[in-house]
Every structure is written in C-alpha cells, then in structure tokens.
C-alpha cells in the first residue's frame, strides 16, 4: 500500500503539468470491424504524443497476447531515459468493448480505472497500427519493425485531434 501511495504521489504531479494533446472537440475515428487477432505480437512503440504513463520511456516495445478469457494482454517494456536505460514494465488487459475499441485497466495501478483505447488505422499487411484514447492520454504508433517510416501514422493521429507537437518519435 505505501508502494501505492509512493506511486500515485509521483504521478499526480506529471497528470498535473501535461497539458492538453488533443482537440477534445474533434470526433475520433475507430476502424470498424478491426479483428483483435491483428493487435497480437510483438510491436515496436514508433512515435507516440505526451502521455504522463509513459513518461520518459524510451526503446519502447509492446506485446499483445490473447488470453483464454477472450481479452488481450498488453504490455509496455518501457527503458526509462533511453533505449538501453533501466527496464520498467507496463502491463495491463485488454477488454473489447466493440471492434477496434477496447478498455485497458493497468494492472498493478487498476484503481485509476479503465482507459478508453480505440484502433484509430491499422495497414492492410498489420505493419502499423494507430491507437488513441479519446481524451488523449494516449497517441500511439505502433510498428513491426524499429525502423518504420512514422509519417502516415503521426499524420492519423493528427487527423484525429492529436496536437502535432506533442507527437514525438520513440528512439530504439
């Protein structure tokens, strides 16, 4: 519990000083009829807005995994300061609310509830993925390969309110 309060009291802060990264106005889009199947494996974390879960990560990866009770499992291997820094891990559940939205409540911080994650664009070939929350907690561009090309994804989640400035790419 002390852990906990530790935590909550770092984050607070940095909650606090983000300033908006979306346009909160604008309508966000969701690909309809997205299978999960497509979110499962191994992702590098290729650009990414301001996000206080995240903050200082670097050499970002992800791994989806299904689970037997139909959700996902996602974690975030986070490498705080830079790509070869210290190992923090990020993990929490996927709950498919309709495809291509779903829940992500962190594990080990559940009792900051649910965050809203929506498949914003995936490629055809599921090189690339983008996901967002609709109050822009989170930006995502998510590639199979450290060294994809980030335009188009930056550029979905422009399109979908993101403030261009508070997208940065994420060094591997």
């Known amino acids: 519990m002390r852990k906990l309060a530790f935590v909550l009291a770092m984050l607070l802060p940095v909650m606090a000083l983000a300033g908006p990264v979306r346009d909160l106005s604008q309508p966000m889009g969701v690909v309809a009829g997205y299978d999960k199947a497509r979110l499962v494996g191994q992702w590098f974390q290729v650009a990414r807005s301001d996000s206080w879960i995240e903050a200082d990560c670097q050499g970002v990866t992800v791994t989806i995994a299904a689970r037997e009770d139909s959700r996902l499992t ?6 705080k300061g830079a790509p070869d820094g210290p190992l923090v891990p990020i993990e929490g559940i996927l709950a498919e609310v309709m495809p291509g939205l779903y829940y992500w409540r962190l594990v080990r911080l559940a ?12 490629a055809q070939d599921d090189s690339m993925v983008v996901i967002g929350s609709r109050t822009g907690q989170v930006g995502w561009v998510l590639a199979r390969l450290p060294d994809a090309d980030v335009a188009q994804g930056v550029q979905v989640l422009v399109d979908n309110g993101y403030d261009p400035g508070a997208i940065d790419p994420v060094q591997h």
């Open 74 to 79: 996602l974690k975030l291997a986070c490498h």
């Open 111 to 122: 009792q900051l509830g649910d965050l809203e994650l929506a498949v914003l664009w995936a």
